[in-house]
């Protein structure tokens, strides 16, 4: 299998079938295998069934019905350690960030990177319609910090739902990651940056949803989890064995 792609999806019955219909009629056009794999985060609605509705007109689809809420980050990583691609996608059930990206992230795995990540703050993205001013400040704010608690510098934006990885990483860094919610991007990304992992940034379209499930409760979360992660760093909880 070339590619999977995964996408986590908590109570998308009304968002997630036309973001499968759009991935597949896609990906329908390329000349390699892949297959989609929808993992609900323990759904309330019709998630599960609308998606499984589809599978007769979308082929090597699986969908993993998890009964309990675990967190975005445990299903992604749920999601890419079943999945069977040399490379592994995950991106939102929103559709935010069109599957025609892998125009510019299949090229940058050929040239050697190992994880490709699609960015909203560097040359060439585009927000629309732009960030209301307030949840602009916030992601900025919250950029900032994990630049200076987890120490990813250089990386401005860890948050974007359209990120790649390869199978060799994925099987490599996954067993050690340790945060299930929204900041298990940056837990992620240090263990692969520390381990010397290449990790490469594409500028994205990003169709921003004014309706995101990304509260600000949700920010105050991942700042506490940033320093789970620095003291997870500290205490040398991960394995960073050089590859």
């Not at 949840?135 to 630049?147: E, K, S, T, Y």
């Not at 919610?181 to 990003?206: C, N, S, T």
């Amino acid at each position: 299998m070339y590619l999977s792609v995964i996408i986590p999806a908590y109570n998308e019955e009304k968002r997630l079938p036309g973001t499968i219909k759009s991935i597949n009629k896609y990906l329908s056009d390329q000349h390699y295998s892949w297959e989609i794999i929808i993992v609900s985060d323990g759904s309330q609605d019709k998630t599960v069934e609308v998606a499984r509705s589809l599978n007769s007109i979308v082929k090597n689809l699986t969908v993993i019905d998890n009964k309990d809420n675990h967190g975005k980050g445990y299903v992604v990583r749920q999601g890419l350690l079943a999945a069977s691609g040399d490379y592994r996608l995950f991106t939102d059930a929103d559709n935010s960030t069109h599957i025609n990206h892998l125009k510019k992230m299949l090229p940058a795995f050929e040239k050697g990177y190992d994880y490709v990540i699609g960015s909203r703050d560097i040359k060439g993205a585009v927000l629309d319609p732009p960030q209301p001013w307030l949840r602009q400040r916030i992601g900025d704010i919250f950029n900032l910090m994990v630049q200076i608690v987890v120490g990813l510098w250089g990386i401005w934006d860890t948050q974007c739902g359209f990120k790649g990885l390869t199978r060799a990483l994925a099987e490599d860094i996954l067993p050690e990651c340790k945060i299930d919610r929204w900041a298990f991007d940056p837990e992620m990304l240090i263990i692969a940056k520390k381990k010397g992992y290449k990790i490469k940034e594409i500028p994205v379209l990003w169709k921003n949803d004014l309706q995101s499930k990304v509260k600000l409760k949700h920010t105050l979360r991942m700042a506490v989890d940033l320093f789970k992660i620095r003291w997870n760093l500290i205490t040398q909880q991960y394995n960073l064995k050089k590859i």
